[in-house]
């Protein structure tokens, strides 16, 4: 059972647009949540994360926003460049000491020209 | 270097045999955790340590075996490959106190 989802397998935004980048999750216990991206070939590096105690993080071109009550979190880029074509993966926490996470199944983003 | 290796890289073996994936990092850091990574799966946990000396099982532990006997290593042991244990592994770790998890490149392994 797969307790987060990224419904979308791939996604195509041209460069300077905004890249919106969704993911679900049906566990409401979750209370941490991270964006990682990942490079062929290469390993998943951190990208942004969000308290479930908060509805909004900045990071200079990348958002997350959280809805609790729709257990949905989506990550926004913008301007979208030709660089962040990659695969994106949204992970899920429960506080615990281990803090292991929860992954979902990847977006693959294309930034076109 | 600093950070997280992995060896080898790729390797390809066949079914039945042994082989072990190595996970190597530099920052002491107290957790460290193997994933595979499949398509439509995403990654999931296979294995994760608090400690040296301390184990415990992730969502997918059939047909694998870790050990860590010093808080830099932690490899990961297939002991009969199977062809449906050919994917992607990627070891991480982190700090006791933290979520966010360092990763490393990565092992692809073909079992034929």
């Known amino acids: 059972d797969q307790q987060v989802k990224q419904n979308s397998p791939s996604l195509s935004v041209q460069e300077g647009r905004i890249s919106i980048l969704n993911c679900d999750y049906t566990n409401s216990m979750f209370d941490y949540f991270l964006w990682y991206k990942k490079y062929p070939a290469e390993g998943p590096t951190f990208l942004i994360s969000i308290s479930s105690i908060k509805d909004k993080n900045e990071d200079g071109r990348f958002t997350v926003f959280l809805n609790k009550s729709a257990k949905h979190l989506s990550l926004h880029i913008v301007p979208s460049q030709p660089g962040d074509s990659a695969v994106y993966f949204c992970?899920?926490?429960?506080?615990?000491?281990?803090?292991?996470?929860?992954f979902g199944t990847g977006t693959r983003l294309q930034v076109t020209l | 270097d600093a950070g997280i290796t992995q060896s080898p890289r790729y390797k390809i073996t066949e079914t039945g045999r042994q082989v072990t994936l190595m996970c190597h990092q530099t920052w002491s850091h107290s957790y460290m955790f193997w994933y595979r990574q499949d398509l439509g799966h995403g990654l999931r946990l296979i294995y994760y340590?608090?400690?040296?000396?301390?184990?415990d099982k992730g969502e997918v532990p059939d047909g694998y075996v870790v050990s860590r006997s010093k808080t830099e290593n932690f490899p990961l042991t297939l002991e009969s490959a199977t062809r449906s244990q050919t994917s992607v592994y990627f070891c991480a770790s982190k700090v006791g106190h933290s979520y966010e998890q360092y990763f490393g490149p990565g092992t692809r392994l073909t079992v034929t």
């Open positions: 992970a899920a926490s429960l506080l615990s000491t281990a803090s292991k996470l929860t």
């Open positions: 340590s608090a400690a040296a000396d301390i184990t």
